[in-house]
């Protein structure tokens, strides 16, 4: 009897071991790999994997030992998919990880961000996570406006991340303090140590609610998203489409299961409707707000054309009262931002497909409100004659690399990808102020990358002769209509209203970078031929 149980047990790990190798090879010519594809896969069965120790909900090691997260189920499908296993690093902490892959003591990250230090040693898969930064504070803090609020803090990064890499290469002025895990940095903040903590939004909300963090709140979003990818030490050129094919192959269901296994809160009876009228009314009074304020700054303009003096009081009143609104406006704007964020990367399970579009359409229209407000508070600046302009020296080649770094995420999105040529400019600088001509850059690359077709290459050129340096963005879109060429650097000008409005776009970001160049002793201009090529430049004395 024990010997048949034997035999039994036998022949049932048998099939078991006939049926996995089946699922293997019917996945990997799913895959459809060529035969040296297939060849790589054979002589490399266990892959080292570059994880993240401590990074929840996207990947950690728990208590067991066990590999645990959003990472974590995606390499198990990929694991099945190929037919290789993942050997994974359970003790590093995360310097120590990155510095192994470098060395190549470990062969692949499971979940990192794309960045220009990263590129030199491992080649990136296409994003398959994003997610907004936010800035953490206690609840005590007010709204804090993006970088130029930060300045005055001491923030919380964890260090070889890529928040701890874009503030070293982009804003070495403000103060860090350097902390070993999210966790660490979170706690930081809650104990009073340091003013904020800046991490994506999802690991953020799932650290303070698992440790009871109630004194903390999201008081501001960075200007980048969390776009994250996998990615593979750069000797090993082959299994970078390899791993790409297999994810490529995870399905919208199997991936919607993931992440709602993961990301927040579970309700177990459907939609909370309670929670999404809670986010979503505060964002239809916002946006009433700002349409009946316009209208009323509409019939403003009316009675200046009647009375001159009038005009005046009424636009010192506009300022004075834009001035004391935009905190208070963007306040409730960000946490309606963090709250729609997390429910549309799937913090409730079993949404109601309405309910799915809904979400997305107020989640879309708040980062539009965001732009807008913003660009609103400049353009008043600007005609008020009170915006500032800090002017240092600055290195072009440095400000070009920062330019592109930091829009490199939005690219990605539209796969679209930078080039850089910087020519004979490398060593010549110029006195303007950094952020300002930061801005007025992001302005061009943003516009170059989503009317750039799919695929495409936007260029940034620098150019030096007679003492003067011309800083160009070239795209190869529908370009600028003859038409409209007159009048482009006009406020809220739009070349095609439907059009702008389907990418995004308020009409001010053109009008806002001419005023920023002009004053700073500048010239801006363009060319354009439609369907073809399309160049915004500015130039500045050397």
């Not at 990605?412 to 300002?436: H, P």
Request: with cysteine.
């Amino acid at each position: 009897m024990r010997l048949y149980s034997l035999n039994l047990q036998a022949t049932s790990l048998i099939i078991m071991m006939l049926f996995a190798s089946t699922l293997f090879a019917a996945a990997s010519d799913e895959l459809n790999l060529t035969d040296d594809q297939h060849a790589w896969l054979s002589h490399h069965k266990v892959i080292r994997l570059a994880s993240d120790i401590a990074w929840p909900p996207f990947e950690w090691i728990d208590s067991d030992k066990q590999y645990q997260g959003i990472a974590a189920d995606y390499m198990r499908l990929i694991e099945e998919k190929l037919g290789i296993r993942f050997e994974i690093e359970t003790d590093k902490p995360w310097s120590e990880v990155v510095t192994a892959v470098k060395e190549h003591k470990l062969d692949v990250f499971s979940c990192v961000a794309k960045n220009a230090l990263r590129q030199q040693y491992v080649n990136f898969t296409r994003p398959y996570l994003s997610f907004p930064m936010v800035i953490i504070t206690t609840n005590e803090v007010n709204y804090i406006d993006g970088i130029k609020d930060l300045k005055n803090l001491h923030v919380s990064v964890v260090k070889g991340y890529a928040t701890h890499e874009y503030f070293k290469s982009n804003h070495p002025e403000i103060k860090l303090h350097i902390v070993k895990t999210s966790e660490e940095g979170l706690e930081a903040v809650s104990q009073g140590k340091v003013n904020a903590y800046v991490d994506n939004i999802a690991t953020a909300t799932t650290i303070i609610q698992t440790r009871g963090l109630t004194n903390l709140k999201i008081s501001g979003e960075m200007p980048i998203r969390y776009e994250l990818s996998m990615a593979v030490r750069k000797d090993w050129p082959e299994f970078i489409n390899i791993l790409q094919r297999a994810l490529d192959s995870i399905t919208d269901e199997q991936r919607k299961i993931i992440h709602n296994k993961w990301i927040g809160i579970r309700y177990e009876h459907g939609f909370d409707y309670s929670l999404f009228w809670k986010s979503f009314i505060p964002f239809i009074l916002i946006v009433s707000f700002l349409y009946f304020y316009n209208r009323k700054l509409t019939q403003e303009i009316n009675q200046r054309k009647l009375a001159e003096e009038s005009a005046n009081k009424a636009n010192q009143a506009k300022s004075e009262f834009l001035s004391v609104m935009s905190h208070e406006l963007r306040t409730p704007l960000t946490s309606i931002k963090g709250a729609l964020g997390l429910l549309t990367g799937g913090t409730i399970s079993e949404l109601p497909e309405s309910a799915l579009k809904m979400l997305k359409i107020a989640n879309e229209n708040s980062d539009r409100l965001t732009i807008l407000i913003n660009d609103i508070l400049d353009i008043e600046k600007l005609l008020a004659g009170k915006m500032e302009f800090h002017k240092d020296k600055l290195k072009i080649s440095d400000l070009i690399t920062k330019a592109s770094i930091a829009n490199q995420g939005y690219a990605d999105q539209y796969n679209v990808s930078f080039n850089i040529e910087i020519n004979d400019c490398s060593d010549i600088s110029i006195t303007a102020d950094e952020n300002r001509l930061m801005q007025v850059l992001s302005n061009f690359l943003s516009n170059a990358v989503k009317y750039s077709p799919k695929g495409g290459v936007v260029r940034i050129s620098a150019q030096c002769k007679d003492h003067k340096l011309r800083v160009s963005v070239i795209d190869h879109g529908k370009g600028v209509p003859i038409d409209f060429q007159n009048h482009i650097f006009t406020h809220f000008s739009q070349a095609d209203s439907s059009d702008t409005r389907d990418k995004g776009g308020t009409g001010l970001g053109l009008a806002i970078s001419k005023e920023i160049i002009e004053r700073q002793g500048g010239i801006i201009g363009f060319t354009s031929i439609p369907d073809q090529q399309t160049i915004f430049y500015f130039e500045f004395e050397t």
